[in-house]
Nanobody, 111 residues
Framework: VRVVESGGGLVQPGGSLRLSCAAS????????MSWHRQAPGKEREWVAE????????NYAESVKGRFTISRDNAKKTVTLQMNNLKPEDTAVYYC?????WGQGTQVTVSA
C-alpha cells in the first residue's frame, strides 16, 4: 500500500496551492478519500472527503468555499485545490484512504 502526498510549499496569504495524493494497493475507486491537516501544537483535523464516485463531497466549515477536493480514479489520485489561503491554514496536510495515511506535505501560509 502506498499513499503519497505532494504539492505543499510556502505561499502568501490569499494565494493558492494544489495538493495531490497518489494511492495504490487498495481498491481506490471504491474508497472514500480524505484530506486532513495538523498544525503545530494542535490535533489532526479532518478537512475534506470525497466518495468513490465523487457523488458525495464534504468540507470542514473552516475551508468551505475556498478548498475543492476532486479525484481521478483512472490515475488513482486525489487533489485538494486550496484558494484564498490564510495563515491559519498552515499545517502538515495528510491524505487518507481507508485506514492508510500518507507521510504528509507541509503547507505554510505566510507573508
Amino acid at each position: 500500500v502506498r499513499v503519497v502526498e505532494s504539492g505543499g510549499g510556502l505561499v502568501q496569504p490569499g494565494g493558492s496551492l494544489r495538493l495531490s495524493c497518489a494511492a495504490s494497493g487498495f481498491p481506490f475507486s471504491l474508497s472514500y478519500m480524505s484530506w486532513h491537516r495538523q498544525a503545530p501544537g494542535k490535533e489532526r483535523e479532518w478537512v475534506a472527503e470525497i466518495s468513490g464516485t465523487s457523488v458525495i463531497i464534504n468540507y470542514a466549515e473552516s475551508v468551505k468555499g475556498r478548498f475543492t477536493i476532486s479525484r481521478d480514479n483512472a490515475k488513482k489520485t486525489v487533489t485538494l485545490q486550496m484558494n484564498n489561503l490564510k495563515p491559519e491554514d498552515t499545517a502538515v496536510y495528510y491524505c487518507r484512504g481507508q485506514n492508510y495515511w500518507g507521510q504528509g506535505t507541509q503547507v505554510t501560509v505566510s507573508a
